[in-house]
């Protein structure tokens, strides 16, 4: 298990920064551009400030998106919005790199929209998968990651790219990668900070198989399945190994 645990959010944030750049550098040496799929969320927001003093070629980098809230790009709930503002209107990054999930259209549109964007940039054949360079994704304090919130039927799909789905709790439509998109990155990182998450964190680690009703163990299969980072607040119920 790759975890690397830090006494502060904003270090643990900023250590998966440049462990995201480190992956990126990677990327490109193989193949001149690589791909960036982000989360939203509060936790983020230190990770998005420290890449840009990271110093990436932004104009053979193609920002995506994990999930985004059906809201506007300016709506305060909007992934797309946390990310320009901390990140993207600071960097050179040309607009054509950030394929971002029109979320202003109705849900169904807006999968299907989003779903064309990542087919005609991958290049997909039939029942092909992205391979995205680097996912970054989060975990909510119920397990969720992306969209896919625990009891989800969604969890289960293995064929499908995106997704609009309600999320009840939330009382809110989403736009989410489905688990294939997830299963087939090359690189998956998760950024997992705060008190909230510790009891769930321990269930995604340490706990039963079930991703069902823990939706943040899904994961690329091969080992490392993904590097987490971590605060002493979110690993303090991890049993040491
Ligand atoms: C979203 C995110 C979501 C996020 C988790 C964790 O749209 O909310 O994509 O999956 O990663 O909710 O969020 P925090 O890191 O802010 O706790």
Not at 181 to 189: E, F, H, N, Q
Request: glycine share 6%; with cysteine.
């Amino acid at each position: 298990m790759n975890l690397h645990s830090y006494p502060d959010p904003v270090v643990a944030a900023e250590a998966c920064a440049g462990y995201i750049a480190t992956k990126l550098a990677e990327a490109l040496a193989v193949r001149g551009y690589a791909t960036l799929a982000i989360s939203g969320g509060n936790s983020p927001k230190p990770m998005f400030a420290r890449l840009i003093s990271a110093e990436l070629p932004w104009d053979r980098l193609h920002v995506f998106w994990v999930d985004e809230r059906a809201v506007s790009p300016d709506d305060p709930e909007s992934n797309y919005r946390l990310a320009n503002e901390t990140l993207l209107s600071k960097v050179p990054i040309p607009a054509t790199n950030v394929h971002r999930i029109r979320a202003e259209l109705v849900p169904e549109e807006a999968a299907r929209d989003y779903e064309r964007e990542i087919r005609g940039f991958f290049r997909l054949a039939h029942g092909q998968m992205p391979a995205f360079d680097v996912m970054h994704r989060g975990m909510g304090p119920d397990a969720h990651t992306a969209s896919l919130f625990p009891g989800e039927s969604l969890i289960e799909d293995r064929a499908g790219l995106v997704a609009a789905v309600y999320v009840e709790k939330k009382q809110q439509w989403r736009v989410t990668l489905l688990p294939g998109p997830l299963l087939a990155a090359r690189d998956t990182v998760m950024l997992v900070t705060g008190g909230d998450k510790a009891e769930p964190l321990r269930a995604v680690l340490q706990g039963p198989v079930d991703p069902v009703h823990f939706p943040a163990q899904l994961m690329p299969q091969g080992e490392p399945t993904a590097a987490w980072f971590l605060d002493e607040a979110a690993a303090r119920l991890l049993a040491k190994a």
